[in-house]
């Protein structure tokens, strides 16, 4: 099991600029994946981006592509999501995970086997 911690929500204007952090630990070897999903309120938990941790390619939701940004520090096992030109759609509770498996699909929710707690980012118009 890997412990997942996230920082870096809050409030913001719409045009704005957040920076989340997701620092790992605990079972870090092997990582294969690691992702940011979002839950509005009475909505679905939607997958936002994701990035293997191998070789740093990023996988994005069409609704955030060109305007966030997924990352990794490897030595740190901190995973980044850049959100630039924040929509109010874009308020939701965002949370970090992480899976092990090489086969789980980038999008889907079951795939991830950890999660952290979530942190809010809250987009005023």
């Known amino acids: 099991q890997v412990q997942l911690v996230e920082s870096g929500g809050g409030l913001v204007q719409a045009g704005g600029s957040l920076r989340l952090s997701c620092a790992a630990s605990?079972?870090?070897?092997?990582?294969?994946?690691m992702g940011w999903f979002r839950q509005a309120p009475g909505k679905e938990r939607d997958f936002v981006a994701a990035?293997?941790?191998?070789?740093?390619?990023?996988y994005y939701a069409d609704s955030v592509e060109g305007r966030f940004t997924i990352s990794r520090d490897n030595a740190k096992n901190t995973v980044f999501l850049q959100m630039n030109s924040l929509e109010p759609e874009d308020t939701a509770v965002y949370y970090c995970?992480?899976?092990?498996?090489?086969?789980?699909?980038?999008?889907?929710?079951?795939?991830?086997?950890?999660w952290g707690q979530g942190t809010q980012v809250t987009v005023s118009s």
């Open positions: 990035v293997t941790w191998s070789s740093g390619r990023g």
């Open positions: 995970a992480a899976t092990h498996s090489p086969y789980s699909v980038y999008a889907r929710a079951v795939g991830y086997d950890s």
């Open positions: 605990g079972r870090t070897s092997n990582l294969y994946r």
